[in-house]
């Protein structure tokens, strides 16, 4: 069956990110003076061949571990979903 | 109140996704080579100032619009939940 993860790749919240930070002046220069603590991550999709959902979950977090995320300056969460 | 914007911005559908080519490929010489079609985009959170629900989501939908979206090549979404 075809599954696609929806992960979310986000700098660990004790490390700074100084992208978000300057994105959150950019946006009250702007006039959204409302916009705090913006964090700034990667969104990635994939589609995979699985036979069953805990099968696409694992094949998801391996390529998490593997290769998207490095978990010493990030951390990952992902849902699957049915294609 | 205080509430949290989700927002994912992804390359759209029509437009080449180099960086999620070079991540397939590279995830298939890991072995995954179940995995298809990645795309990689960002994901933003944000904490907002808000009366309503309502407001911060026409506050977020400023956001993507005027900063953090280019709309002729990234499409947009975004979730608010309650801080």
Same mark, same amino acid.
């Given at each position: 069956?075809?599954?696609?993860?929806?992960?979310?790749?986000?700098?660990?919240?004790?490390?700074?990110?100084?992208?978000?930070?300057?994105?959150?002046? =950019?946006?009250?220069?702007?006039?959204? =003076?409302? @916009?705090?603590?913006?964090?700034?991550?990667?969104?990635?999709?994939?589609?995979?061949?699985?036979? =069953?959902?805990?099968?696409?979950?694992?094949?998801?977090?391996?390529?998490?571990?593997?290769?998207?995320?490095?978990? @010493?300056?990030? =951390?990952?969460?992902?849902?699957?979903?049915?294609?």
């Amino acid at each position: 069956m075809k599954y696609i993860a929806h992960i979310n790749i986000m700098p660990l919240k004790e490390l700074l990110d100084p992208q978000g930070k300057a994105v959150n002046n =950019s946006l009250h220069n702007l006039g959204l =003076s409302q @916009v705090h603590d913006v964090r700034i991550g990667k969104h990635i999709t994939l589609s995979l061949e699985a036979a =069953s959902k805990e099968e696409a979950q694992q094949a998801a977090q391996d390529a998490c571990k593997k290769l998207l995320a490095n978990q @010493v300056m990030e =951390s990952f969460d992902f849902t699957i979903t049915e294609a």
